[in-house]
């Protein structure tokens, strides 16, 4: 079974269990389902929770819901993108939730799946889709991108600093021969690189910002952010919670404004005064704990 670690666990359950201990009858929504990870301790924990269970990846549902089998009276599963929490909560005839839970980016399950595309360490199709039978490729955005918008994606979706010399080395070799693989374009960012004064570690970390500004692109996830950071008050009861896991400098920007705009327009009664990160004892037993960055809201 493929297997994940949640990042800020015990930190996630304890922001919400706040708002969630206060009522009779809780119902909390996680957004990025996962592998159910921050599910099941909150399920455990509360043991009259309801939950409703969004993902955009029907792997990780089926996945998920193995897991979560003993639980499985308390869950409504959804297949949807996260942007259309207020669909799922309004299907269920709820006004509103007690807690939202959004714990973004891609999760090691996808990351390990090397059919998916994610990542580079092992050759496979340039898809990056996090629901495969909806939308196009990384392989077709390249094949339409131009290499002006390109190094736009790489630096706004990854903070890129060589966007544009690595664009306009991926658009020739696109123009030439086709990128449709993960080796093909990890090779293509290593031999642009290899001409500078670069090394080992800058040209992986280059590779790795180049993928995940792709995957970014392919599956809109700034656009579907923004789209969810609007709704999310109106999805909250008064006093209810909502906390928020980011992994890139644009997604926590987005996050940030959006609450500290909600706080002075009078729509939440608090939000965090600063970004909450893993201890060093987490980062070291989970490295993908290290970028994180956890905001939370109260309605």
Known sequence: MATHIPVALNRCVELLSVSISKSN?????????????????????????????IDRDPTAIEIAKERLAKFESRITYVNKTYD?????????????????????????????????????????????RMNPQHGQSAAALLSKVTETKLAALLKENADEP????????????????????TRALADVVRDALDQTDCDEDEIVLSIRRVFQALRIAVNDEFG????????????????????????????DRRVKQAFKAGLAAGVYSSVTDTVIRATPEEQHSNPRSAPAKLRFAVR
């Open 162 to 181: 060589r966007a544009v010399r690595l664009a306009r080395a991926i658009m020739q070799t696109q123009q030439r021969t086709p990128i449709e693989s």
């Open 84 to 128: 259309l929490i207020d669909e799922a909560i309004a299907q269920l005839n709820l006004p509103a939730v007690n807690a939202i839970l959004f714990d973004l980016g891609v999760s090691s399950m996808q990351l390990d799946q090397a059919q998916r595309g994610f990542s580079y360490s092992q050759t496979a199709p340039l898809d990056m």
């Open 224 to 251: 579907a952010l923004d789209s969810l950071l609007s709704q999310i008050p109106h999805c909250l009861r008064p006093g209810g919670r909502v906390a928020i896991l980011t992994f890139h400098s644009g997604e």
């Open 25 to 53: 009858s809780p119902v909390a929504v996680d957004a990025t389902l996962g592998l159910g990870g921050h599910s099941a301790l909150l399920l455990s924990t509360f043991p009259n929770l309801k939950l409703i269970a």
